[in-house]
């Protein structure tokens, strides 16, 4: 009887997804996209300039790698489009061999990310220290506002006092309802008031023109041969690496911002697939977009899926449908909600007094030095990689002392034990040879490395050359209390490591 109580409709309402049960996380997932696709349309010009293709090819990217990842991504909410950082990898192949390399580069690139995904390239995202995630985030904090800047130099004084007001309005219009985005309400009031009184401002259409109809399918207009494929395969490679690293460090950020977990490895086999279907569809390629998606998940407060979906769409929607209308938009009403946008990103309490005072002085060396090669470069992936390297070397400087030598003479003299504690790698075992007093020691000595574990062939080579400076003076070293795979990899290395025994 109670499996007959359950009726059609309540086990089709079970396999809904939670924002359609819900009216209130409905009306949010659908603001939150059109506020995304508003912002995105700007944006995506500009990365076309920067790539050297026509306003189209941005904006048909950034469709068609939203729809697609909204789907296949493994990280809810967050939001892929064209970007500057892929734009920027991109444009000298456009520039040398014209548009079908670069859609060739794109379709590549995509296929090497769904590889590298499948490889388990995400799980190199526990290598990323904290300091330099935080690094990462202030200095994209900093980049979103100078681009921001650069929009305000050489406008009409009108721009000022407009992008004050939309400031205004995203601080205190939520103090009143939170029903509606602010960043919508401020992008519609500058728009309005813009409009009505004749204001002569920069707007959105200066940026470039806007398609006329939806994308089509094709092949990229390149000859299928080797020569192609050599060229365009560095372009693709870079572009592969960069995007997936943005990818996954936005999608690390989400994480901690919704408190909830994403699978890193769906995400780089779907950012490859997006980055496909966005090349046969004739666009630029792309990557997450962590301006965008700070607007989507902590301005707007989207959580799902369809915050994603629905920017892409709306995308289109308003360039082919409401393309007059989104033309007369503003760009000092984009410029205030990325201002805003740039001013949450940034983690404010990384750098309090307090914060600083108690954080190890390596890992505030890590963040700023983070920072600096992001903003030097524009390019977050560099500044990751240097942030973390200079992690590793900091960390590997720091155990290298960490392994102490203690000796303890036996009563009758016939025999020393010296006890090793401590993590033995290239580092430490550099300075292990020279805490034994060979000339002193009596004729048998004892290594105890109970407390110790040997990670490398380094200090392997560090005992052998141990035994070998007592054994030239006639005494004998025993080396005991090995773990199982202390002991399996000395075995196979000593006495192997150079070329006279």
């Not at 009216?23 to 603001?31: G, I, M, N």
């Not at 959580?303 to 007059?324: E, N, Q, W």
């Amino acid at each position: 009887m109670s499996s007959a109580a359950v009726t059609p409709a309540a086990r089709l309402r079970g396999l809904k997804p939670d924002w359609l049960n819900d009216p209130k996380v409905w009306r949010t997932e659908v603001l939150a996209g059109l506020v995304v696709a508003v912002a995105l349309i700007p944006e995506a010009i500009s990365f076309s300039i920067i790539a050297g293709v026509d306003p189209a090819v941005g904006l048909f990217a950034s469709f068609t790698m939203a729809v697609v990842i909204s789907v296949v991504g493994g990280r809810r909410a967050m939001i892929s489009a064209a970007t500057g950082a892929v734009a920027l990898v991109i444009a000298p192949l456009n520039r040398e061999y014209g548009l079908g390399h670069l859609i060739a580069a794109v379709i590549l690139a995509g296929i090497i990310q769904i590889a590298l995904g499948a490889l388990g390239v995400a799980k190199l995202m526990r290598f990323v220290p904290r300091s330099v995630m935080v690094g990462f985030v202030n200095a994209l904090a900093i980049l979103i506002f100078m681009a921001q800047v650069r929009e305000m130099h050489d406008v009409p004084w009108a721009v000022y006092p407009l992008m004050a007001g939309g400031l205004a309005l995203m601080v205190f219009f939520p103090k009143i309802t939170k029903v509606i985005p602010a960043p919508l309400v401020s992008i519609a009031v500058l728009t309005a008031i813009t409009v009505a009184a004749g204001i002569a401002v920069p707007t959105v259409g200066n940026k470039g023109e806007l398609p006329s109809s939806l994308p089509v399918p094709g092949l990229p207009d390149v000859p299928f041969t080797l020569d192609t494929l050599t060229t365009i395969a560095p372009y693709a490679f870079a572009m592969a690496l960069v995007g997936l690293m943005e990818s996954l460090m936005t999608a690390k950020l989400v994480d901690d911002i919704t408190q909830t977990h994403s699978s890193k490895t769906r995400e780089s086999i779907g950012q490859g697939i997006a980055n496909i279907v966005t090349g046969f569809f004739g666009g630029m390629g792309g990557c997450a977009m962590i301006g965008q998606t700070m607007i989507n998940v902590k301005v707007s407060g989207a959580r799902t899926r369809l915050s994603t979906f629905l920017a892409g769409s709306f995308l289109m929607v308003l360039c082919i449908v409401f393309g007059p209308v989104v033309s007369d938009i503003p760009m000092a009403a984009l410029i205030a909600v990325m201002v805003m946008v740039s001013f949450a990103t940034f983690d404010w309490h990384s750098i309090a007094p307090k914060t600083l005072r108690r954080m190890p002085a390596g890992e505030i060396a890590v963040m700023t030095i983070t920072v600096i090669v992001v903003v030097a470069t524009g390019n977050l992936a560099i500044g990751v990689v240097v942030g973390s390297v200079t992690a590793m070397v900091i960390f590997a400087k720091r155990v290298a002392h960490l392994a102490r030598v203690t000796a303890v003479p036996a009563p009758d003299g016939s025999t020393v034990v010296y006890s090793v504690t401590g993590e033995l790698f290239f580092a430490s075992s550099n300075d292990l040879v020279g805490q034994f007093d060979y000339a002193d020691d009596p004729d048998r000595v004892v290594i105890d490395l109970s407390a110790a574990h040997i990670w490398d062939a380094s200090s392997v080579a560090a005992l052998d050359a141990i035994e070998t400076k007592y054994a030239r003076r006639g005494k004998t070293v025993e080396i005991i209390g090995l773990n199982d795979p202390s002991a399996d990899l000395h075995g196979r290395l000593t006495g192997e490591l150079t070329g006279s025994h």
